[in-house]
């Protein structure tokens, strides 16, 4: 049997769901026997319990959700100029990697292949053609040769880095990739927003003939709210939105 | 120890529900940001509403946390809950608050201050003795510290291991348990001379279930 001291400490750990069933047996049988140690574990628990499960606060105002929405449509609304320079940044970084990547190859590599230099004795590999050429009798001992020819140490280098290049590659063009996502999901928002201005504008328009969303739907107005519909300024289907469109730039 | 979760706040979203709904206000769907706003709004309300016992600072903790999540989805890893996240940003706006209250009025607690907020409805159903103790067990609560009484709500209100307070509340999981363990030794030093024998107390706990 655990001692009064030994069972308070095992408290916050059978409070926590952390005790094992060992320990949580001995405890139990602890309590029992304690009168002590029962009520100040009921205690805890009785905490544990009203904080669970008591509802005193006070709860949220009705409007609160309201509120919160329409501070969200006002934010989103200034979101597009941070979102159009993140996306540009996005497509525009890959490029400038991409550059500066290619001047680095330009000015690391040397303008002319630099033969490895050879003094007497040393071995060199012959191309077929020539050891045809020179009647060589032992192409075998050549092929040999080859293969005892150590490479250069800018090789092994040169194939690290061409593989780490290929990774900055993929990362690289998938971030562009996002950018050009990002890119053309504003234009495509930018599309729909005008739309939506010029159908507003177009209806409070006393004399003009009414054109609906529907018309957009249908066709007579361009449908920029479709996907992959480029829209141009110059498409509006009557003087009366071309001079919406002119009263209010994008 | 009884762990059962907040039966009686709005139904939690499941994570497929969550990630659905993330999906699509990241493309700009209102309606889904309006479902999370509504799924969450009751459970993040009564947590910084304990925290800092004030009906309109905790309205204005809330508004915020929800507009710099729905503002920054792109960098909410999907690995965690979307509430945790959520908590974890009303958590530090309560903090940015608190201290510049404190700038403002000197040393002062928030605990400390009579809670403005005295003319709620008591939905509790309970005996005299019952509601007394329960009062009194809200009055030690909220002179706990501040990270203290954040640890036990997230504990036993939320339902949070002891991992994910840490990562609530942006501190080592050592410190969140010695915040749980010291608030659970306050309590006690509180409340253990109000009643004889808490073990009798079954009608509490049957009341409040």
Redesign the interface.
């Known amino acids: 049997m655990i001692t009064c001291e030994h069972a308070r400490q095992l408290?916050?750990r059978?409070?926590?769901?952390e005790l094992s069933p060992s320990l949580q047996a001995e405890l139990h049988a602890h309590r029992l026997s304690c009168?002590l140690c029962?009520?100040?574990?009921?205690?805890?628990?009785?905490?544990?319990?009203?904080?669970?499960?008591?509802?005193?606060?006070?709860?949220?105002?009705a409007s609160?959700?309201d509120?919160?929405?329409s501070?969200?449509?006002s934010?989103?609304a200034h979101?597009p100029r941070r979102r159009l320079v993140r996306a540009a940044m996005m497509v525009a970084s890959p490029m400038a990697a991409a550059a500066s990547l290619l001047l680095a190859v330009v000015l690391v590599t040397p303008d002319t292949p630099q033969p490895p230099s050879l003094v007497a004795g040393d071995s060199a590999s012959v191309p077929e053609f020539l050891r045809n050429m020179a009647g060589d009798p032992s192409p075998g001992e050549a092929a040999e040769e080859i293969k005892v020819i150590p490479q250069m140490p800018a090789a092994g280098f040169m194939q690290a880095w061409i593989t780490e290049v290929d990774g900055w590659t993929d990362d690289t063009l998938s971030r562009a990739r996002a950018g050009f996502d990002e890119l053309k999901?504003l234009l495509h928002?930018a599309r729909r927003d005008t739309h939506d201005q010029l159908v507003a504008g177009y209806r409070s328009a006393p004399e003009s003939e009414t054109a609906t969303q529907d018309d957009a739907i249908e066709g007579t107005l361009p449908a920029w709210d479709l996907p992959g519909t480029l829209w141009s300024p110059s498409e509006p289907s009557d003087e009366a939105s071309q001079g919406l469109l002119l009263d209010q730039p994008l | 120890m009884i762990r059962r979760q907040a039966e009686k706040s709005a139904p939690r979203l499941t994570r497929r529900t969550e990630k659905r709904l993330i999906a699509q206000i990241s493309k700009g769907c209102e309606a889904s940001a309006r479902e999370l706003v509504e799924a969450h709004q009751d459970r993040l309300f009564a947590f910084v509403w304990r925290v800092l016992r004030n009906r309109e600072d905790a309205e204005e903790v809330c508004q915020e946390a929800f507009l710099r999540a729905f503002g920054s989805l792109d960098s909410f890893s999907p690995e965690y809950r979307f509430s945790t996240w959520l908590f974890t940003i009303a958590y530090r706006l309560c903090l940015n608050l608190i201290r510049r209250r404190r700038a403002l009025t000197g040393e002062l607690d928030f605990a400390e201050l009579p809670s403005r907020d005295q003319d709620v409805s008591d939905r509790f159903a309970e005996s005299e003795e019952a509601r007394r103790l329960k009062d009194k067990i809200w009055e030690a609560v909220d002179r706990l510290s501040v990270p203290q009484r954040a640890a036990v709500l997230l504990f036993y209100r939320e339902g949070m291991s002891c991992d994910q307070i840490a990562r609530t509340l942006s501190i080592p999981m050592a410190t969140a348990k010695s915040h749980l363990h010291r608030a659970r030794g306050k309590l006690r030093d509180s409340l253990s001379g109000l009643v004889e024998d808490w073990s009798h107390l079954e009608a509490l706990r049957e009341a409040a279930s």
């Open positions: 408290f916050d059978y409070l926590d769901g009168s029962q009520s100040e574990l009921a205690m805890l628990e009785a905490c544990g319990d009203v904080i669970l499960l008591d509802r005193s606060e006070p709860t949220v105002s609160f959700t509120r919160v929405m501070a969200y449509v934010r989103r979101q999901l928002e």
